[in-house]
């Protein structure tokens, strides 16, 4: 039997222009981009958190956390 750990896949956060509120895309908390829309720098920091996604590394089945 497999066992999961905590930490093992690859968190993803919807990353959405705090300005705008236009929707740029899924990426690690760690990125950071910038709105096609108005220019605005979206970074973790700024982001509108709107969804969490957690990608199991065994598995191809997407986890979403609204
Ligand atoms: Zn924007």
Redesign the pocket.
């Known amino acids: 039997m497999k066992k999961k750990k905590f930490g093992s896949g690859l968190l993803q956060v919807e990353f959405v ?1 705090p ?4 929707k740029l895309a899924w990426a690690l908390p760690t990125s950071e981009m910038n ?1 096609p ?4 720098w ?1 970074t973790s920091r700024n982001r509108k958190v709107e969804n969490t996604l957690y990608l199991p590394l065994d598995s191809d089945q997407m986890v979403l956390f609204a």
């Open positions: 222009c300005k705008c509120g236009k709105c829309k108005c220019g605005t979206v």
